[in-house]
T-cell receptor
Framework: KAGVTQTPRYLIKTRGQQVTLSCSPISGHRSVSWYQQTPGQGLQFLFEYFSETQRNKGNFPGRFSGRQFSNSRSEMNVSTLELGDSALYLC????????????FGQGTRLTVV | GENVEQHPSTLSVQEGDSAVIKCTYSDSASNYFPWYKQELGKGPQLIIDIRSNVGEKKDQRIAVTLNKTAKHFSLHITETQPEDSAVYFCAASIQGYGNNRLAFGKGNQVVVIP
C-alpha cells in the first residue's frame, strides 16, 4: 500500500511570495497533520485536518493555512513568505481523528531567498 | 505544558554496543509515546510506540520502557549496526486546541561507529 506522498519535494521561493504544498495520505487514512521541521526547533505542529475540517492547530501565525479535500488529500499554504519560513514541511497521516499513530511523508524542503 | 525533552543530543556508540536515549515529558495526562527514526533526506519513520498501560515493549533489537511516575521513557537499541545511525525523535500525546496531538522532542543524533 502506498505511503504518504508529499509534493513537491523541493521548492525555492522569494520573500513575499506565497506557496502551496500538497499531501496525499495513506489510502484509507482520513486525518492529516502538518509539521514544520527546523534544525533549532525540531518538529513544530501546524494543524490537523479531518473530514475537511481543521480539528487542531498549533501556534503559528495566520499566514499559515490549510485545507482538506473530500478524498482526504490536504494542502497547506504559506502567504507572504519570510526567510524564517525556510524549513522541511512534513505531513503525517493517521487513520482517524484523534488517532495518534501517525506516518510521515518525506517532506517538502522549502527555501525562501 | 507540552515540553518533551530528549537526552543526550548526540550519542556515539561502537558497532555492536547498546544505545539508550531518554525522554522526559511534563503532561501527566500523556498516554501515548512513539519513537521515530529519521534518516538523511527522509521523513520520520515510526519504529516503536508504547501506551501508558504498558511498562515495556520490545521489537527485535529495539525496546521502549516507560516510567509514568517519573514521567520519562527510553529507547533501547541493542547490537547496534551502522544502519541504526540516524536522528531519533520521541513524542508524547498532549491535549491540543482540539483533539489530542503529539508533541515532539528535538531529536537525538545517533552515530554508530563501525
Amino acid at each position: 500500500k502506498a505511503g504518504v506522498t508529499q509534493t513537491p519535494r523541493y521548492l525555492i521561493k522569494t520573500r513575499g511570495q506565497q506557496v502551496t504544498l500538497s499531501c496525499s495520505p495513506i489510502s484509507g487514512h482520513r486525518s492529516v497533520s502538518w509539521y514544520q521541521q527546523t534544525p533549532g526547533q525540531g518538529l513544530q505542529f501546524l494543524f490537523e485536518y479531518f473530514s475537511e475540517t481543521q480539528r487542531n492547530k498549533g501556534n503559528f501565525p495566520g499566514r499559515f493555512s490549510g485545507r482538506q479535500f473530500s478524498n482526504s488529500r490536504s494542502e497547506m499554504n504559506v502567504s507572504t513568505l519570510e526567510l524564517g519560513d525556510s524549513a522541511l514541511y512534513l505531513c503525517a497521516s493517521s487513520f482517524s481523528q484523534g488517532e495518534l499513530e501517525a506516518f510521515f511523508g518525506q517532506g517538502t524542503r522549502l527555501t525562501v531567498v | 505544558g507540552e515540553n518533551v525533552e530528549q537526552h543526550p543530543s548526540t550519542l556515539s556508540v561502537q558497532e555492536g554496543d547498546s544505545a539508550v536515549i531518554k525522554c522526559t515529558y511534563s503532561d501527566s495526562a500523556s498516554n501515548y509515546f512513539p519513537w521515530y527514526k529519521q534518516e538523511l533526506g527522509k521523513g520520520p519513520q515510526l519504529i516503536i510506540d508504547i501506551r501508558s498501560n504498558v511498562g515495556e515493549k520490545k521489537d527485535q533489537r529495539i525496546a521502549v520502557t516507560l516510567n509514568k511516575t517519573a514521567k520519562h521513557f527510553s529507547l533501547h537499541i541493542t547490537e547496534t549496526q551502522p544502519e541504526d545511525s540516524a536522528v531519533y525523535f520521541c513524542a508524547a500525546s498532549i491535549q491540543g486546541y482540539g483533539n489530542n496531538r503529539l508533541a515532539f522532542g528535538k531529536g537525538n543524533q545517533v552515530v554508530v561507529i563501525p
